[in-house]
Every structure is written in structure tokens, then in C-alpha cells.
């Protein structure tokens, strides 16, 4: 059984950064896929960010882009997101996606609030 377990959300002031890590717990091989999602309450589930394993693409959600950074460690089946310049609009929960040949997990979330 696979566990994607998030961490490093926390509140912080506008501006200022956080580093999320999310690290696959168990047996898990052929990742497609490693993704940033996340979620402010009454709302749908924003993408964020990806890390493609085929050809190393990354991509970057409009609102996010040139202040957020994804990166991953394929030795350790983790995927982290270096946030900068945070904006209030910023704050939700974030969640990692793994993807992969007939499998997709999503981590808990990690609460991540951006104060004025």
C-alpha cells in the first residue's frame, strides 16, 4: 500500500517563503507524474505544478509562475515545491499527486496560510 505524506505548510507573512515536501511511503514504481495541487475551502481543486518523469518537463500554473518551484528526488519518490513571494491568495491546503500506469495517490494536505 502507498502513502504520499505531506509536510512543511504552515502560516507565514506575505512575501515570505515555504518549502512543501511530499514523500511516497511504500511500493511504488513507473511514476508518470508528480504533481502540486491545491484547495481553498467552497472551491474546486487547482493544479499547481508538475514534474514529468518522460523527457523531465515541468509546468507551471499561471498563478504560480516565477515565484514557485517544483523539484523532485526519484532516488526517495518525493517531490517538493520551493514557494516564494507568497500572496494571500496563495493560502489553502496543498496536496501532492503521484501518477503513474494504473495508479494514482494523493497525499492528506498540508495547510499553507498567507497573512496580509
Known amino acids: 500500500q502507498v502513502q504520499l505524506v505531506e509536510s512543511g505548510g504552515g502560516l507565514v507573512q506575505a512575501g515570505g517563503s515555504l518549502r512543501l515536501s511530499c514523500i511516497a511511503y511504500?511500493?511504488?514504481?513507473?511514476?508518470?507524474?508528480m504533481n502540486w495541487y491545491r484547495q481553498v475551502p467552497g472551491k474546486q481543486r487547482e493544479w499547481v505544478a508538475v514534474?514529468?518523469?518522460?523527457?523531465?518537463?515541468?509546468e507551471y500554473s499561471d498563478s504560480v509562475k516565477g515565484r514557485f518551484t517544483i523539484s523532485r528526488d526519484n532516488a526517495k519518490n518525493a517531490v517538493y515545491l520551493q514557494m516564494n513571494s507568497l500572496k494571500p491568495e496563495d493560502t489553502g491546503a496543498y496536496y501532492c499527486k503521484f501518477t503513474g500506469l494504473g495508479f494514482v495517490y494523493w497525499g492528506q494536505g498540508t495547510q499553507v496560510t498567507v497573512s496580509s
Open positions: 514534474s514529468r518523469s518522460s523527457g523531465g518537463s515541468i
Open positions: 511504500g511500493t511504488i514504481s513507473s511514476i508518470n507524474s
